[in-house]
Structure formats: structure tokens, C-alpha cells
């Protein structure tokens, strides 16, 4: 479903809104090759597919953007297992020069493509709508990003001072707002290792250096995470090759 944004009189000269658009596409299903005098975006909210462009191919799964620049030849098409579903917007102005780098997709949170879909839905003229819309997308992928750390950075932080809490792939996707699959990839990556073995991997840290302390091991369970002091004497042995009670007495 593609909607034009009714711009009237009012334009943007710096960021001119022109159209969105939304569809949950058939396996395989193919867009170009094609070339446009306009920036188009789109948001994959769901499924995965394949950007192909001059500077390569591209995987993209939920939770990643794809760019297409004015006079570039792309194509792109649906997985043939899990299609995608997107939710694009396309727009000009001089602003949108920002976009005119050498990378084609990017991370961002899925609230922009289901925010997309929604407005396509149900039909909002308003320009402004969109010109917030895309100033919202830019600040996210050129100013937050360079202030803060990456994603997989910002994850081991937030596991660092809360690995004591009952965290899991889905609630960290709940509050970075990122899709499952994607956190998995780009940490396992980053650091070579899953979020859960991580996870795991900090809480027995903490709990080595308590042990060492003095502490029992059901305060020490108790105090990363773990209800079950069996369960915690499990994933310490596992680990490190001794139990706990070793460790403390070692």
C-alpha cells in the first residue's frame, strides 16, 4: 500500500516528505533493478530480504533500515523463507544530503517502521507529521549514535549494572528496542559470545569475588540472580570446572 502525503502549499525546502508506503511481501518477491531522482527509505519490521546495491549485498533482518540514494541502481527482494515486511518513507530536500555516505543499511528501533505502517493506515496528511519523523530518524543514526556507544557496547554496560536482574534476549530487546534476532548477531560479533553466555559469564564473575569474600553460596546465588543455589552450583561448575564450595575453600 503506497500513500502520497498531501503536501498542499506547505513544503519543507530543507526536508521535503513525498510519500510512504507499507506491505508484507510474498517470498522472493523482487523490486528492480530501478533507479529514482529521490531518497527512499525502508523499515524492516518483520522477515528478513536482501538489499543489493553498488557498494555490495546486503542481509537485512528486523530491525535494520535500508537506503536508496537519488540515480543509484538497486535492487532488493524478500527471503524465501521468512519474507519481510517494511514500511518506507521517500523524501528530498537538502537535509537528506546527510544520507550521501558509503553505507547502506543501519540499526534503529522498530517504533519508526510500525510508526510508518500505522500512518499509512490511516491516512494522516499532515507534512509535519513526517518532517518530525525523519528529523527524529536523523538525530537517532548520525547525533545519538556519535555520542553514545554502539549498540553492543551499550548492551554489555546495561548487563554490567544489572546482571543480577532477571534479564533476558527479550526484555533487552523490549528496552533498546531492537529485534531479538538483530541484538544476537550484532553482539555475538562484537564480542564472541551470545547475550545469555554473557549473561552468565558476569553473574559467575561477581560470584567468584564474593565466594572469595566470605560469602555462602546461597547468598552468593542469591545476590546474582539465581533463586536455586543448585541451579547457581550448575552454571559455576560449568564455567569454571569446580563448584562453588570449592572455590570458596580453594
Known amino acids: 500500500m503506497i500513500y502520497d502525503i498531501m503536501l498542499e502549499q ?8 513525498l510519500f510512504i508506503g507499507h506491505e508484507v511481501c510474498a517470498k522472493k518477491q523482487k523490486f528492480g533493478p530501478h533507479a529514482r531522482d529521490y531518497y527512499l527509505i525502508h523499515f524492516c519490521i518483520n522477515g528478513k530480504g536482501t538489499l543489493q546495491d553498488k557498494y555490495g549485498v546486503h542481509e537485512i533482518s528486523a530491525g535494520e533500515l535500508f537506503i536508496i540514494r537519488p540515480g543509484e541502481i538497486t535492487t532488493y527482494f524478500a527471503d524465501g523463507e521468512k519474507p519481510w515486511e517494511y514500511a518506507w518513507i521517500a523524501f528530498q530536500g537538502e537535509i537528506a544530503n546527510i544520507f550521501n555516505t558509503d553505507r547502506s543499511t543501519y540499526p534503529v528501533p522498530l517504533q519508526f517502521g510500525a510508526e510508518i505502517r500505522e500512518l499509512s493506515q490511516n491516512v494522516v496528511t499532515s507534512p509535519s507529521v513526517y518532517i518530525a519523523l525523519l528529523f527524529r530518524l536523523i538525530y537517532t543514526l548520525f547525533n545519538e549514535q556519535k555520542a553514545t556507544p554502539n549498540i553492543a557496547e551499550k548492551i554489555r554496560q546495561y548487563i554490567h549494572f544489572n546482571y543480577m ?35 552468565i559469564k558476569t553473574r559467575m564473575e561477581q560470584a567468584r569475588a564474593l565466594l572469595e569474600r566470605g560469602y ?11 533463586k536455586d543455589p543448585f541451579n547457581f552450583s550448575k552454571a559455576y561448575k560449568r564455567l569454571f570446572g569446580v563448584p562453588p564450595k570449592a572455590q570458596k575453600h580453594g
Open 216 to 226: 555462602s553460596v546461597g547468598e552468593t546465588a542469591f545476590a546474582v540472580g539465581y
Open 165 to 199: 536482574q532477571d534479564l533476558t534476549l527479550q526484555q533487552l530487546s523490549h528496552y533498546f528496542g531492537f529485534e531479538r534476532s538483530y541484538l544476537y548477531r550484532i553482539f555475538q560479533r562484537a564480542y564472541g559470545m551470545s547475550i545469555k553466555a554473557f549473561i
Open 10 to 17: 506547505t513544503k519543507a525546502r530543507d526536508l521535503t516528505p
